[in-house]
């Protein structure tokens, strides 16, 4: 299985931007659909968005609304999520995870490994 690491978490105050990381180890990264999850004090984990195996193609969540982009680096085995105009309910636990083929749902449990994800703060 390939191990993954998130970071670029933090606070920021609303209206503003981050951008997440999402570091897999070993030589595989690049045959992963990879997706973004976040969890939020007392709420389920939810989908955010995901992207194909090569980069060419996303997807999202209704609430992105064009405000979150994913994209991925598969030669620095790196997974990205832009996060502009952050807004207060963005507040959660950020996690990425990994699965094999492309379609379908996206509840969590259709992913395998996960990282352990990285925690961002919007402030009002």
């Known amino acids: 299985q390939v191990q993954l690491q998130e970071s670029g978490g933090g606070l920021v105050q609303a209206g503003g931007s981050l951008r997440l990381s999402c570091v897999a180890s070993?030589?595989?990264?690049?045959?992963?659909?990879m997706g973004w999850f976040r969890q939020a004090p007392g709420k389920e984990r939810e989908f955010v968005a995901a992207?194909?195996?090569?980069?060419?193609?996303?997807y999202y969540a209704d609430f992105v609304n064009g405000r979150l982009v994913i994209s991925r680096d598969n030669a620095q085995n790196t997974l990205y999520l832009h996060m502009n105009s952050l807004k207060v309910e963005d507040t959660a636990v950020y996690y990425c995870?990994?699965?094999?083929?492309?379609?379908?749902?996206?509840?969590?449990?259709?992913?395998?490994?996960w990282g352990q994800g990285t925690q961002v703060t919007v402030s009002s």
């Open positions: 995870a990994t699965r094999t083929y492309w379609g379908g749902t996206y509840h969590p449990a259709d992913f395998s490994s």
């Open positions: 070993g030589r595989t990264f690049r045959s992963y659909v």
């Open positions: 992207v194909s195996s090569n980069g060419g193609t996303t």
